[in-house]
């Protein structure tokens, strides 16, 4: 009996051992893509995924890229039904394609899942589970709120940054005329994503929408018209946006402003401001500051993007469960803490947003949260991909002058209109 005891309890340990080192045992690698943002310049994720394979024996590859590429290796993959990626970005531009697809796990009846959907941020849970089902869990909080350099304002004797697009113009002329900055504002209008990101706000800053409530174009409406012409003429007319703005995405618009080379960023990620305070990165330190609005045309007219990313399986992926367990260890409320004060990020968690110490390292999140209810996700549709290419095209002709504005937007219009929906 004392034997048969000794070797139950062997045998006990032995389970509780591998089924705690089971994944380890199994020598799993993922796979994973997702962009490298720019609110990660120390390499947070990346050390985050080495860290997990030390704990579980699971290796994570991880491919990275500017959004454009890693859209453009997602979307034929999951198409495809392939099962290179394990775990795949799942943009909030994604969601409405993604729910008619089947492409990625349902994470409801993982363990632990449902501490996440009552936990998070409930917009958030909202945003990524289409259809009933939970299917992502937020990696990237992004809400773009507008920054300014104080000192070089101060300097030219500018009391408040500008809350209309006019008064960034005039601010930017006499920072200019001072030989403060070359240029007022460094845009991110490459033809990439960043670029219809930039049009679709611009044109809501100036009180029109790309599509109507029932999905039909809307940019030729004179609101629209006019926040095109804006953008055409601050390059050209008003000379206040660099010309090298057509070939500049968001990291090195980020950069740009953390140099100390331009004087305004209308839409910057909330993590910006942190970077913005650490010599390592930054040029600006205790300059930068956030807006206490958005710029609109008019002073009554506010509005921004807000344009979370997530992470979800595939359900092409041959290791769901080791999937789900990377998902869990980057993302519970411990980790997107200290995720939080080591980037800046906005944290997913709701309880966070009252933590004391999030609160005392982030006092500036106060004058974010002026801004917060006026920002807006992209457009809602299933065709999102082809209506993004769309108007990147067209807006960069117009900011080319290849084409005059009024016929890039109408050749915008027919190009939509043809295309299946």
């Not at 048969?4 to 199994?26: N, Q, S």
């Not at 500017?66 to 990626?85: E, F, I, M, Q, T």
């Not at 030989?179 to 960043?194: D, F, L, P």
Request: glycine share 6%.
């Amino acid at each position: 009996m004392k034997r048969l005891m000794i070797w139950v309890m062997v045998v006990t340990l032995m389970v509780g051992f591998f089924g705690l080192a089971g994944f380890a045992a199994k020598k799993v690698t993922l796979t994973l893509i997702m962009p490298s943002h720019e609110s990660d310049i120390l390499g947070y994720f990346e050390a985050k995924a080495v860290e997990f394979e030390k704990k579980t024996g699971i290796k994570v590859n991880m491919v990275t890229g500017d959004w454009d590429n890693v859209a453009d290796k997602v979307l034929p993959a999951l198409a495809a039904g392939s099962s290179a990626y394990d775990i795949v970005e799942f943009d909030n531009c994604w969601v409405a394609q993604f729910a008619e697809t089947g492409w990625l796990r349902p994470l409801e009846n993982y363990p632990g899942a449902q501490v996440y959907i009552d936990g998070l941020c409930p917009a958030l849970v909202d945003l990524f589970s289409p259809n009933g089902h939970f299917y992502g869990i937020t990696w990237n909080n992004d809400l773009r709120v507008a920054m300014y350099n104080a000192r070089m304002l101060k300097e030219a004797g500018i009391a408040a940054p500008p809350a209309t697009w006019d008064e960034l113009v005039s601010q930017s002329q006499r920072l200019q005329a001072a030989g403060i900055v070359r240029y007022g504002y460094m845009a991110n209008w490459e033809k990439t994503q960043c670029l219809s990101n930039d049009y679709t706000l611009m044109v809501r800053s100036f009180g029109g929408r790309t599509l109507d409530e029932n999905g039909n174009p809307a940019m030729d409406s004179p609101q629209a018209i006019a926040a095109l012409q804006w953008m055409v003429d601050s390059i050209y007319k008003y000379k206040v946006v660099d010309p090298a703005s057509l070939t500049t995405n968001q990291q090195m618009a980020q950069d740009i402003f953390l140099r100390g080379d331009s004087a305004f960023f209308p839409q910057a990620w909330a993590g910006l401001y942190f970077y913005s305070r650490n010599p390592e990165v930054s040029n600006v330190v205790g300059e930068i500051e956030p807006a206490a609005k958005s710029l609109g045309v008019t002073r009554n007219i506010q509005t921004g993007l807000t344009l979370p990313e997530a992470l979800a399986i595939s359900s092409f992926s041959e290791h769901p469960d080791e999937a789900w367990a990377f998902l869990d260890f980057i993302a519970n409320k411990q980790t997107n803490k200290m995720q939080s004060l080591a980037t800046g990020s906005l944290p997913i968690w709701m309880d966070l947003w009252n933590d004391p110490d999030l609160l005392a390292r982030n006092p500036h999140w106060k004058e974010y949260a002026k801004q917060i209810p006026y920002l807006e996700g992209l457009d809602v549709v299933i065709w999102y991909g082809e209506l993004a290419e769309i108007m990147q095209v067209e807006v960069m002709n117009a900011l080319t002058r290849a084409k005059t504005v009024e016929q890039a937007v109408a050749d915008m219009i027919a190009k939509i209109n043809a295309v299946e929906k």
